[in-house]
C-alpha cells in the first residue's frame, strides 16, 4: 500500500447560479464536491517510482470509501481556499491553524450531504476576494486531502480519504463534472504524455456515463421483472389458497358424515344393549316356562300359561326384528359413509369436481353424467340411469373392462330398478299373528 501524504489531490464540480448574498456581506453557495467513481493521475503525481513519470494511473474510489463516516467527518467546516495554497518553490501545502488565517476565504457549513454519487453542501463565503472571484467566472471546486493507495494486483485504490479543505480553482483537468482533480499538479501540455493524458480521461469520462446509463436501464428492467414476478406470485398464492379452501370444506363434509357415522353407531351400540336385555328376559322366561311344564298340575294350561306363551312368541319375533333393524343400521350407515367417499374421489378423477360438500351421491352422479354428457337430454333419466351411466364413466377413467364395453354396446336402456327383498322377520310376524287369531 502507497500512503499518500504530500500530494494534494481533489474532486471538483462546478458551482451552482444559487448563490445568495447575507446583509453582513456574505455569500452562501450550494455546491458539490466531491464523487465516487474512476480518476486518472499520472504516476510522478502518485509517487509511484517504479513506473514512468507519465504513465497514466487509473485510481478507483468506491463509495465505502467516499461516504465512510470517518471519512465525511473530516470535511466538516472544512476551509474554504482560492486554489490550492503553495509554499514559495510552488509545492502543495495543507491548510492548518498557523496559516488559515492568511489562507482561508470561508467554510462549508456544517457536515457534508451524502447523495447517489457526490458530496455536497453550502459554501460561506466571508472575504471578498472569494465573492469576486466567483463572480468574474471561477466555476469549479476542487477538494483537496490526502489518502492511501492501495494497490490491488494492479488496480489502484483511495483509501482513508481525510479532507484538508476546498479550493475553488478556474479550471481542473478533469472538466466540469464531480471527479478527483489535481490542480497543482495538472498535466501540461509540453509534458511528454499530456495529450495521451487527456484522451485516456475524456475516454474514461465517457466509459463512467455509459455505465451509469447501463447501471440505471438494468435496475428499471430488473424493477420491472421484480413486479411482474411479485403479481404472478401473488396470482399463484390465491389459486392456492382457493384450491385449499375447497379442500378444506371437502374435509369438512368427510368429518361430518364420520361423525355423523360415530353416533350412529353409538345408536346401533345401544340398540343391541337394548336387544342383548331383552333376549335376557326372553331367557327367564324360557326358564320359568320349563319350569311350569315340569309341573304336574301344568298339563292342562291355564289362560295364564297361554299368554305366557304367547308373549314368549311376540318377544322372539320382537327380538329378530331389533337384530335384522340393527344389522340394517350398521350397513347402511358404513355403506353410505364409504360409497359417499367413493362418489367424490371418483367424480374429482373424471370432471374435476371440487365443491361437493353438500351434494348427495345422486347429485353428484348426475352432475358428472351431465358434464361428460353434454349433447344428450339428461332431465328425464332416472337416478337409476344416471348411476348407471356414472359407473359407466369411472370404469372408462380406470381402463376397459367387460362389464362397460357390455354396457356400452346395449347403449344402457332405462334399468328397473331390483324387487325390493321380503323381509323374513316380518313373515314371520305375520304368520304368528294369522297362528294366534286361528
Known amino acids: 500500500m502507497l500512503k499518500v501524504n504530500d500530494v494534494q489531490l481533489s474532486d471538483r464540480i462546478s458551482i451552482p447560479t444559487e448563490r445568495v448574498l447575507t446583509d453582513a456581506g456574505q455569500m452562501h453557495v450550494p455546491c458539490k464536491f466531491a464523487r465516487t467513481g474512476s480518476q486518472l493521475y499520472t ?38 481556499t482560492i486554489g490550492h495554497p503553495k509554499d514559495d518553490s510552488g509545492k502543495s501545502i495543507v491548510v492548518s491553524a498557523s496559516n488559515a ?57 483511495q483509501r482513508n480519504i481525510r479532507a484538508n479543505h476546498i479550493a475553488i480553482v478556474a479550471k481542473g483537468r478533469a472538466g466540469s463534472s464531480c471527479r478527483i482533480s489535481d490542480e497543482a499538479l495538472e498535466v501540461q501540455a ?131 326384528s331389533v337384530k335384522v333393524e340393527l344389522a340394517d343400521a350398521k350397513l347402511a350407515a358404513e355403506q353410505s359413509v364409504t360409497e359417499r367417499c367413493a362418489a367424490i374421489e371418483n367424480a374429482r378423477l373424471i370432471s374435476d369436481f371440487r365443491d361437493l360438500g353438500d351434494k348427495t351421491i345422486e347429485q353428484i352422479e ?28 369411472v370404469d372408462a377413467s380406470q381402463g376397459e373392462t367387460p362389464m362397460g364395453k357390455l354396457l356400452r354396446a346395449q347403449n344402457i336402456a332405462d334399468a328397473t330398478p331390483v324387487a325390493k327383498p321380503v323381509c323374513k322377520v316380518a313373515a314371520a310376524r305375520e304368520r304368528s299373528t294369522a297362528r294366534n287369531k286361528a
Do not use: W
Open 43 to 80: 504516476a510522478k503525481q502518485l509517487g509511484l517510482v517504479d513506473r514512468e513519470d507519465n504513465e497514466v494511473i487509473t485510481v478507483h474510489r468506491e463509495a465505502a470509501d467516499v461516504f465512510d463516516a470517518a471519512s465525511m467527518a473530516t470535511f466538516r467546516s472544512a476551509p474554504v
Open 101 to 157: 488565517k492568511k489562507l482561508q476565504v470561508g467554510m462549508l457549513e456544517g457536515m457534508p450531504v451524502q447523495d447517489e454519487e457526490t458530496l455536497g453542501g453550502v459554501l460561506v463565503l466571508t472575504a471578498q476576494e472569494a465573492i469576486d472571484s466567483l463572480e468574474d467566472g471561477t466555476q469549479e471546486l476542487s477538494a483537496g486531502y490526502t489518502c492511501d493507495i492501495e494497490d490491488v494486483e494492479g488496480v489502484y485504490f
Open 190 to 320: 509540453t509534458e511528454d504524455g499530456a495529450i495521451e493524458a487527456q484522451v485516456a480521461q475524456a475516454k474514461a469520462e465517457a466509459a463512467e456515463k455509459a455505465k451509469t446509463k447501463a447501471s440505471k436501464a438494468a435496475t428499471k428492467e430488473q424493477d420491472k421483472l421484480a413486479n411482474k414476478a411479485e403479481k404472478e406470485a401473488a396470482k399463484a398464492a390465491a389459486k392456492e389458497v382457493k384450491a385449499e379452501e375447497k379442500v378444506a370444506a371437502a374435509e369438512a363434509v368427510v368429518e361430518k358424515e364420520a361423525a355423523e357415522a360415530v353416533e350412529a353407531k353409538a345408536a346401533a351400540d345401544k340398540e343391541a344393549e337394548e336387544a342383548k336385555v331383552a333376549e335376557q328376559e326372553l331367557e327367564t322366561a324360557k326358564e320359568e316356562l320349563e319350569e311350569v311344564k315340569s309341573e304336574d298340575e301344568a298339563i292342562d294350561l291355564t289362560d295364564e300359561l297361554a299368554v305366557q306363551v304367547k308373549l314368549v312368541d311376540e318377544l322372539t319375533i320382537e327380538l329378530e
Open 366 to 393: 348426475r352432475m358428472v353424467v351431465e358434464d361428460q354428457m353434454p349433447e344428450k337430454d339428461l332431465t328425464s333419466k332416472s337416478d337409476v340411469y344416471i348411476s348407471a351411466m356414472f359407473e359407466i364413466l
